[in-house]
């Protein structure tokens, strides 16, 4: 690949050190970008790479490569694309999960509450519904909840009564117009904080139109499938949601004990994976200073085993 990655890739070393890329091996970059991290892998190794991506954009920046495949999908269907490609399974399965800098950078993807664009957040701009569908015609209560739930905000009730009664006068169409309507409905006492006022509203819209935690939790699943044995599985994710998904995957499909020491329960499971990092690992200062998308970033990986009982 000749072509540079447009943007960083977020902890690109350490994601490389996880995966491990050997010769004659083959992976899977289910969150394909801009190609940092599929470029980085063939570069490390004389190894093959199945690239995915919703969006088309990012299939078409894609470079001609022999040692590359790339499928317009969406990588919770790995399984699904895997079989159209009749390979049986694969090396490696890494997710950089959430929205691409190139995306928030492009307003009119309507991603960015800092830059002015329709009001679309899909990451697969040929299919479903947009954040535009979302806040002109959901119900208040479930604009609050979801507000509430993927966006962890507080203040989600009074964002919804908000939206609900700007849409009344007119259509919110803008961006900027619904980050404008969401800052007014927060307290004054919300100025002092560092986080944009839309930052939770904005994110929890894209989680919904994207489904992206059931993209999340169907990959995973399918990686028990995919990964042959030894195989790895590379998460890196960027907010607790996601982090608390894959951190419970893993320790539901790994040696766990149960109880406390007073009373130890001893929990017998198969083992499919096993962690040689147990905790998530972060970005380093150096990077977190230079790339503010590193700030919030947490990777994990495992190995895949072959099935047997913890005891």
Not at 15 to 44: N, R
Not at 160 to 169: D, H, L, P, T, V
Not at 173 to 184: F, G, H, R
Request: glycine letters at 8%; one cysteine or more; charged letters at 25%.
């Amino acid at each position: 690949m000749t072509q540079a990655p447009a943007h960083i890739p977020v902890m690109l070393a350490e994601v490389l050190e996880a995966l491990s890329p050997a010769d004659g091996q083959t992976y899977i970059d289910g969150t394909f970008g801009a190609g940092g991290y599929t470029k980085a892998i063939l570069d490390a190794a004389n190894c093959k790479v199945i690239g995915i991506d919703r969006d088309e954009t990012a299939i078409a920046r894609a470079p001609d490569n022999a040692r590359l495949t790339m499928v317009h999908g969406a990588f919770g269907d790995v399984e699904g694309h895997l079989k159209g490609l009749d390979i049986d399974g694969v090396d490696g399965f890494v997710l950089d999960l959430g929205v691409s800098s190139m995306q928030i950078d492009d307003g009119a993807r309507g991603f960015s509450f800092n830059k002015n664009g329709p009001l679309d957040m899909r990451m697969d701009r040929s299919s479903g519904q947009s954040a535009y569908d979302l806040v002109n015609t959901w119900p208040e209560k479930e604009l609050a909840d979801i507000i509430w739930k993927y966006g962890e905000e507080r203040h989600s009730r009074k964002i919804a009564s908000a939206i609900i009664k700007a849409r009344a006068e007119k259509p919110i169409e803008t961006t900027l117009v619904l980050a404008d309507i969401v800052a007014k409905a927060l307290p004054k006492s919300f100025k002092k904080y560092a986080l944009h006022p839309a930052t939770r509203t904005f994110q929890a819209l894209r989680i919904v139109v994207n489904g992206e935690l059931d993209q999340l939790e169907s990959a995973l699943n399918a990686s028990l499938n995919i990964l042959k044995e030894g195989g790895r599985l590379v998460v890196v994710s960027f907010h607790s949601l996601e982090d608390s998904i894959v951190k419970a995957f893993l320790r539901d499909h790994g040696a766990v004990q149960g109880g406390s020491r007073y009373a130890p329960e001893v929990v017998t499971r198969p083992v499919l994976f096993t962690q040689p990092v147990k905790k998530s690992v972060a970005a380093s200062d150096n990077e977190s200073r230079l790339n503010p998308r590193a700030r919030s970033a947490k990777l994990r990986w495992a190995v895949r085993t072959s099935e047997r009982i913890a005891a």
